[in-house]
């Protein structure tokens, strides 16, 4: 996980599937509120790893976060993220 402002990077490594730290519990902690300010300071919800986490379940009825984007099920299309004039 990951939050990127300009050229200042701060990141909690997930080696194991993308989903599970090798870091001590304690590291791991301090890495994920430490992105977690850094994602509110750019005005980011609460909480918006583990909102992310949860998109690409199966169990989410309407969308879905695949590796091409976002997908909406109901009309089973890719959905922009950005509208561009």
């Avoid at 590291?27 to 509120?33: H, Y």
């Avoid at 379940?57 to 109901?74: H, K």
């Amino acid at each position: 996980m990951a939050v990127v402002t300009g050229e200042a990077k701060t990141v909690l490594p997930l080696p194991y599937g993308g989903i599970m730290s090798d870091a001590p519990y304690p590291e791991v902690n301090d890495r994920l509120r430490q992105i977690e300010r850094e994602a509110a300071s750019l005005g980011a919800i609460e909480d918006p790893f583990m909102y992310l986490s949860f998109l690409a379940l199966t169990v989410i009825p309407e969308l879905r976060l695949t590796e091409r984007g976002l997908f909406d099920q109901r009309i089973f299309s890719d959905i922009d993220l950005f509208l561009i004039d």
